[in-house]
């Protein structure tokens, strides 16, 4: 997979071959988006032109300065990209999202983007909308298309009756109800990080991007993968100003519970089962390192270690 990064201006000058893009921002990548992707991938294999998705960065609350603003991401950049390269998608286009661009209107956000583009089709989910003040929507799609490209609108996707969305999503992970997260997403949530400082070569912490949404902070059950293999273990998301350092990451706390890893690479990716306990930091230190023994326990048995 080939990402292209592009602003206004940039996107007439990049070798691009006739493609079937799906757009949105996809923050998480979830059964909704896996839909419309898959779509564009499948569409563009019967038509023997090349896939593509087009995202967007930063996320357009942030530049819109709605009331909610998404700052941080389900998936990061990196993480997207590699979920759409295992999906087989060519190429990424990263539009970056600015006054500009948000001030564009729809017949010139489609005129810019998906006609200098090479885009033959375009797929999108139901309720997209682009352009200024959203205003263009896949009804008006044809019409902005002038005849340069065709469409498939992608249904909604729900679960449980509701709409699979990336706000339900940084609900549940607002609750720390990552089982339920995963159910949304098709696979488990997850961070990935580079090992810091460690206690011992089974406890150490995990120093991740801040552009990751986290989960409540509490203690969670998880696996911990180093590539080679899966190490079952306890996960500690403390609270927010304690775990920011200067370098603005953020910090989580890792113990495997099964033979202790060493030797291993920087780079571990952590795998959410559920969550066990929430961690009460008024709490005297003592009684929280009581506590943390005891949730041990309970992942133990949740995962049936002997
Ligand atoms: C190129 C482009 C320009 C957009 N411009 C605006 C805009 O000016 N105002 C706006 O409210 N939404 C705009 N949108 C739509 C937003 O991306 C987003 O869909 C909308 O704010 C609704 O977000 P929400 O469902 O998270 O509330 C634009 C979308 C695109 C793709
Ligand atoms: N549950 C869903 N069912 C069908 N299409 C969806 C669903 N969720 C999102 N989409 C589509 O995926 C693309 C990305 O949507 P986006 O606004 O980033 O997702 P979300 O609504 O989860 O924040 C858009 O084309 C959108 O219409």
Do not use: W
Request: hydrophobic content about 35%.
């Amino acid at each position: 997979m080939k990402t292209f990064r592009l602003s206004q201006s940039s996107s007439d000058s990049i070798e691009l071959e006739p493609n079937v893009t799906a757009v949105g921002f996809f923050d998480g990548i979830h059964k909704g988006h896996q839909q419309v992707i898959s779509t564009a991938v499948k569409k563009a294999q019967q038509l023997s032109l090349k896939s593509a998705v087009m995202t967007f960065d930063p996320h357009p609350s942030v530049v819109l300065k709605k009331e909610k603003q998404h700052a941080q991401y389900i998936t990061p950049l990196k993480e997207k990209e590699e979920i759409l390269e295992n999906m087989g998608v060519d190429y990424l286009f990263v539009v970056h999202f600015d006054k500009d661009l948000a001030a564009l209107s729809p017949q010139s956000f489609v005129d810019e983007y998906f006609a200098s583009l090479k885009v033959e089709h375009v797929v999108a989910g139901y309720d997209f909308s682009y352009g200024h003040k959203g205003k263009g929507s896949m009804e008006t799609l044809p019409e902005h298309a002038k005849g340069r490209f065709t469409h498939t609108v992608v249904r909604k996707v729900a679960q449980d009756e509701d709409k699979v969305s990336s706000t339900r999503i940084r609900t549940l992970l607002d609750e720390g109800n990552v089982s339920e997260v995963q159910k949304l997403l098709g696979r488990k949530f997850s961070v990935r990080g580079e090992r810091r400082e460690d206690t011992s070569s089974a406890c150490f912490s995990l120093a991740i991007s801040s552009s990751y949404y986290l989960p409540h902070p509490g203690i969670y059950a998880v696996t911990i993968s180093d590539h080679q293999r899966d190490y079952k273990g306890m996960a500690i998301i403390e609270d927010e100003e304690l775990t920011r350092s200067e370098t603005m990451n953020q910090k989580i706390y890792l113990h495997c519970l099964e033979s202790p890893v060493s030797d291993v690479p920087a780079e571990f990716i952590v795998y959410f089962h559920q969550l066990i306990r929430e961690e009460n930091l008024s709490e005297q230190l003592s009684e929280r390192s009581r506590q943390r023994e005891k949730a041990k326990e309970d992942i133990r048995q949740f995962f049936r270690i002997g």
